[in-house]
């Protein structure tokens, strides 16, 4: 087992676009979720809606987990979330626009 985390660690170096991606998505997911919260947007994410009263445990999920992924995973099996992850901070930014226009 500890072989494998100094492996996955010894490998964090390849597809590293894929990994930083990855882990940049979720914060501006989580940016943009916050001040959508914030300037009275919904939550549609029951899960985060209620982390939303609780900000050390969303940043708990939204950054030391993925963080925590991007090390395991190899960077080809983050390409399916990176894509669902950039149709989310879509939705997010077309709210925020909508609301603000």
Known sequence: MVGNLLGSAATFRSCVAEKVSFVFLHQIDLVL????VSLGLYELNPLIRNLLAAPVLLLLLKVAIPLFIAWLAPGK??????VFLCLVVSWNIKELLILLL
């Open 77 to 82: 099996l983050l390409l399916p979330a990176i």
């Open 33 to 36: 979720t916050t001040l959508g």
